[in-house]
């Protein structure tokens, strides 16, 4: 039991280190129009959300309508309150993973490699660092609860376990579509763990493919769409699905196409370098062993399986369950050269262990601030937080009849279509949300002869001018 305690507290305290300066940022991005969206939402609208899907591909009343609703009329526009949901979420979905491989491998040290292999990589970043992440860590956390009730059910064969996994699987589908693959992982487990056929694993788990069937015939042909727009092309025969892979496979070791450093290929070298040790020193794999590793990636592929096909969108939060699998197979390869040196010594059995965490908590440390801030995260919060301060100075001039114009140095990307200003702002919902919702806002991009003309008018705007991760009011 001592044991036990002394890893979760060391998974808390890792969790903490690495995102606690999460907890000083402002809202950025999407955040703004989802709270806006609360605020106007009443309870009976929050039970209609229940009855269509936000956009096409979007169904997530519980992990995004409810929680922002209850979140809003507790907290308001706080964002301290809502980064703490954040990390309560994140850190309780890492107990449950951490009881999930504790009884699949009966192994506390497996379950703790695990969970530190997991909580460490990059891609947590976006779910923690944002509002709009949060329907994933409902989902996931919803998504350990129904496969640990499963295991639970597995082994002792008790009822309550069984209905429970049902229970928080439909709690999951409800958090977020992507959950909809679980009952596959179920049938991988079944057939690799538990040595049954196909045929006999899809009769025993037959309850989960059904409600899974009868969510995919409600979001994709019953449920109407508030909003036609948004949706994401799919395509299961183009080259889309090599593309796919390979930003996904280099993004599971941290190696992100768009934020290469001096540092970002060390989690795949260091995976390599692992596995070559592991051959070298004839480690024997064991045939439970195998089946654990072969469940890795089964469950790695099956979560991958909402993201693959898609044609242009690719995201690296949706690597947040996918990871698990890969996670797996690592911490297993760790725990055989552990007690393979261990039974020659373990002095060092435990320097070895010792420094493969330290190795991996420098690298991942400084990787995750380093993506962070390479990913435009830093910017559009810093630049939302700097936009809604310069702003408030001219606070007790503004109402319906204002024009707030800002003037955007950052030439319009694929990514922001409409400026980085209007990006970071959510088209400038931020402003109504926190300064006044009757002002009327426009973004331009900068032009040194648009910008004098502005400034001569005498008519009844604010102008902002964005310089960097600054905004400057000059009229």
Known sequence: MKELFKYIFAIIFIILVFYYPSFSKPFSVDDSCYLME??????????????????PQIYRPLGAETYYYIMFRLFGINSLYYAIMNILFFIS?????????????????????????????????????LLGGIPELIASLFVFLSFLSYLYFNRIKKMKFFILSIIFYILALLSKETAVVLPFAILAYDIIKNKLNFKKSIINNSIYFIIMAIYLVLHSFILPTLQ???????????????????????????EWTWG?????????FFSIILFFIAILNNIKIKKTEKSIIIFGLMWYFIFLIPFIFLDSMRSPYYLHMPILGVSI?????????????????????????????????????????????????YTMQELSKNCVEALKYKISELNEKTLVIFQQQNTPTDFYPDGVVSRATCAGTMFKLTINKDIKIKFINYNKENFENLIKENTNEVILIQNGINCYLVK
């Open 329 to 377: 197979i690592i911490s297993l390869i760790v725990l055989k050269l552990y007690e393979k040196i261990r039974k020659n010594s373990k002095i060092k059995s435990k320097i070895l262990i010792s420094l493969i965490i330290l190795f991996i908590i420098s690298f991942s440390y400084v990787r995750i601030d380093e993506v962070y801030h390479i990913a435009s995260l």
């Open 228 to 254: 036609d727009t948004g949706e994401y092309p799919i395509n299961f025969f183009g080259k889309n699905i090599l593309t796919n892979f390979n930003y996904y496979f280099y993004g599971t070791f941290d």
């Open 260 to 268: 290469r450093t001096e540092i970002s290929y060390f989690f795949l």
């Open 93 to 129: 979905g890492a107990m449950i993973l951490f009881f999930v491989i504790k009884e699949m491998t009966h192994n506390l040290l497996m379950s703790f490699l695990v969970v530190f292999i997991y909580i460490t990589r990059t891609t947590h970043v976006f779910q923690i660092y």
């Open 38 to 55: 609360s605020k106007n939402m009443n309870f009976s609208d929050l039970l209609k959300s229940f009855t269509y899907k936000r956009q």
